[in-house]
């Protein structure tokens, strides 16, 4: 028997325009006074009138364009009807029949994930459930909201993770969303059945929607039960998928386990008719033109280029785009048409020394602490051998720390390296003379150079290089000029 999970996704992403969707007030809702930031539009009172924001539209085409997705020139606004009290009116606007993008894919490791539909719609407000009562906050009614749904073609959770990430990033990348998990601002929600196979046949589960699970670890911890779960129901009672026995479940993440919430209910219960208070919205070819071209360099590009350009590999590359504030800090610091071993000695310290430091002061970069000068001069110093490698990962922590270059630190604190071969010998001959033993040793196995070298750069305090030392000390070993 073979199992496969078939998984499609509906990911939500909350925009951060300055006003909402439908009216001005203001789209900002954490951290302030609960209903503080309402009108009769978002308050749903009869008679209100929901006027769009332009912004909001915009941004929402221009990640089904950044998802590959065609922009519907003609397309409109729906009810979805549906009732729950944090969503008075009995509707939230929506798109059904021509949502403002469609049919697009979003290619991982070479696989591409069909993406449905990118639309538009409002956020309700926030219930908050405390001793037997529910309150309710409106200050995110109506707060822009993006839906972007996937075809089914995700098999594995770790994909689902995958995916998310990656529209994560790419909002990030266009600037439209904060997409912070923990804040709400990027929610999902996952179908999931089961494909079968056994004895040349093929069967496939039920559907189950998964809805309203407060993080996305729970969402993942949910499609894992669900798999156990499916598979040993099957198993049972051999029922397979038809058109009455799609359900909802939730998800208890105290038990760890999933339980059904309701028979799902078709698009048809929501009813969906186009909003007769919002005309129809028709975009010029000139304004798609228009907006192609505002789209920044995204993720992947930006990934492919640097393989390219700078002769990055994959892996670094990768992780150097991960987050669009890292990579601009990146591209500051590397300046305009750096040479490849350039841009591969940032790449290395950005990945490697000032990561580690962020990581452990957990902060984020901030590019105004990045100077391109710092890197460049760091650079020259290493290539001239006058700071080791070593030294220089020190030093552009404590340059990012500082805002000092790196060289100036370098000099008040010793560091320079001593790459003068007269001075090196001077040091050497001093400790040849010191280590009589060490010097027997080494004619009987040379192996044993380190001693010496690390008795040098003892000496040294550090400073010397280390590759000159030890060539400086095997030749006069060698010619026995001590
Ligand atoms: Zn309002
Ligand atoms: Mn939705």
Redesign the pocket.
């Known amino acids: 028997m073979k199992i496969t999970p078939i998984i499609g996704l509906e990911v939500h992403v909350e925009l951060n325009t300055k006003s ?1 969707m ?4 203001s789209a900002q809702h954490f951290h302030i006074p609960p209903n503080s ?7 749903s009172l009869p008679g209100a009138l929901p006027v769009p924001n332009k912004t909001a539209c915009l941004w929402c085409l221009k990640l089904g364009l950044a998802l590959n997705c065609q922009i519907n020139k003609h397309s409109f606004f729906e009810r979805k009807n549906y009732f729950y009290p944090d969503l008075p009116k009995g509707y939230q606007i929506s798109q059904y029949q021509k949502p403002f993008t469609v049919g697009g894919f979003l290619k991982i490791d070479g696989q591409k994930i069909g993406i449905n539909r990118v639309h538009m719609e409002e956020d309700t407000a926030k219930s908050q459930h405390s001793d037997g009562s529910t309150l309710l906050d ?1 200050n995110r ?2 707060v822009p909201l993006v839906e972007i749904v996937s075809e089914p073609d995700i098999y594995s959770v770790n994909l689902v993770k995958t995916y998310f990430q990656k529209i994560q990033q790419i909002v990030r990348y266009l600037k439209i969303s904060d997409a912070d998990v923990e804040k709400g601002q990027m929610r999902c929600e996952p179908t999931i059945n089961l494909k079968i196979e056994q004895n040349g046949q093929t069967f496939y589960t039920p559907l189950v929607e998964i809805k309203n699970v407060a993080s996305f670890t729970g969402v993942l911890q949910a499609l894992e039960y669900e798999i156990k779960r499916q598979s040993q129901e099957f198993k049972k009672t051999n029922q397979v998928k038809n058109d009455t026995n799609k359900t909802t479940r939730g998800w208890n993440p105290d038990k760890g386990s999933t339980f059904l919430q309701r028979q799902k209910e078709g698009s048809a219960d929501y009813r969906y008719f186009p909003e007769p208070d919002i005309p129809p919205i028709e975009w010029s070819k000139k304004d798609i033109k228009k907006l192609k071209l505002s789209l920044p360099e995204l993720p992947d590009q930006k990934i492919e280029r640097y393989k390219k350009d700078f002769g990055l590999s994959d892996y670094d590359a990768v992780r150097l785009c991960e987050n669009p504030v890292f990579a601009f800090a990146y591209e500051k610091a590397i300046g305009k048409n750096p040479s490849q071993s350039f841009a591969k000695f940032v790449a290395n310290l950005f990945l490697g020394p000032l990561n580690k430091h962020l990581n452990e002061t957990e902060k984020q970069l901030d590019p105004n602490k990045i100077d391109h000068i710092f890197f460049k001069d760091l650079f020259d110093s290493v290539q001239k051998s006058k700071i080791s490698s070593t030294v220089a990962k020190q030093l552009i922590v404590k340059s990012y720390q500082t805002g000092q270059n790196p060289l100036k630190i370098a000099k008040s604190q010793n560091l320079l390296q001593i790459s003068d071969t007269v001075e090196i010998e001077k040091l050497v001959r001093q400790v040849i003379k010191d280590n009589p033993k060490a010097v027997e040793d080494y004619r009987n196995n040379p192996n044993t150079i380190g001693f010496l070298i690390g008795q040098v750069m003892q000496a040294s305090k550090g400073s010397a290089n280390p590759q000159l030392v030890k060539q400086v000390l095997e030749k006069l070993l060698k010619n026995k000029q001590y």
């Open positions: 909402k439908f009216c001005a007030c930031h309402t009108c009769p539009v978002c308050l409106f009614s109506g």
